[in-house]
């Protein structure tokens, strides 16, 4: 599943009348990165699911035939959360553990080795990375491959946004909006959550000056390509 749904608030104003997983970054959106990198991947079945300008997602990602996948959508009528959106579409996803990256991030991560991963029942594991400048502390630590929470004055990694979750880690959801945080702090707590460090090309897409400095840096790496 690829989260595309976001407002995108600190990104305007380019995402007054672009989604944000449309923004474009070495020379194609960054929606497209991720299919493609996906079906490289061998992954052949995707969900995606938008909200704001949520048609032009939709157009913009067809039945998926022509990257060689099967895309289905998950229309929310207002921004549902990470969470909430996943819950939304656990229905299109199945009975098997999936995998799922936010459509407003760049990574070079090899999607092919999540495909295989396992995960408690109910559970979940995360691909965590170094912290970026604008999160310093992080998120989660990584003890013998599980993940844990933050102390107070405790430095840590920072949540990608790639995952790959059972369907019961969202069993107990109520439908709406809802966040992850409290998710993983339960699954923490039972012992649920494993992870991963990758240390290879991911950044945040979360302002238009971050967008920029990608572009550019893709650019002079000759990985910016035609539309």
Same mark, same amino acid.
């Given at each position: 599943m690829i989260l595309a749904a976001g407002l995108g608030k600190r990104m305007r104003p380019l995402? &007054?009348?672009?989604?944000?997983?449309?923004?474009r970054v070495g020379g194609k959106p960054l929606l497209q990165w991720h299919i493609e990198a996906l079906a490289a991947a061998g992954v052949t079945e995707l969900v995606v699911n938008a909200a704001h300008l949520g048609e032009q997602v939709a157009d913009f990602c067809g &039945?998926?035939?022509?990257?060689?996948?099967?895309?289905?959508?998950?229309?929310?009528?207002?921004?549902?959360?990470?969470?909430g959106g996943i819950q939304r579409a656990l229905p299109l996803l199945g009975s098997e553990p999936f995998l799922v990256v936010n459509g407003d991030v760049w990574t070079d991560y090899p999607f092919a080795r999540l495909l295989d991963c396992p995960v408690a029942p109910g559970?979940?594991?995360?691909?965590?990375? =170094?912290n970026p400048p604008q999160h310093p502390r992080g998120d989660f630590r990584l003890e013998a491959g599980?993940?844990?929470?933050? =102390?107070?004055?405790?430095?840590?990694?920072?949540f990608s946004g790639i995952a790959v979750y059972s369907p019961g880690f969202f069993a107990a959801l109520a439908?709406?909006?809802? @966040?992850?945080?409290?998710?993983? &702090?339960?699954?923490i707590a039972e012992g649920r959550l494993s992870g991963e460090r990758y240390e290879g090309q991911w950044q945040d897409i979360g302002t238009p000056e971050r /967008? @920029?400095? /990608? &572009?550019a840096d893709l650019a002079g790496r000759g990985r910016g390509l035609p539309a």
């Open positions: 995402t &007054d009348h672009t989604p944000k997983p449309l923004l &039945d998926g035939s022509r990257w060689g996948v099967s895309i289905a959508l998950s229309m929310e009528p207002e921004p549902l959360e990470t969470a559970g979940g594991h995360l691909v965590l990375v =170094g599980a993940v844990a929470g933050l =102390g107070e004055g405790e430095v840590g990694l920072t439908p709406g909006k809802a @966040a992850l945080r409290p998710l993983f &702090d339960a699954a /967008l @920029a400095a /990608l &572009d």
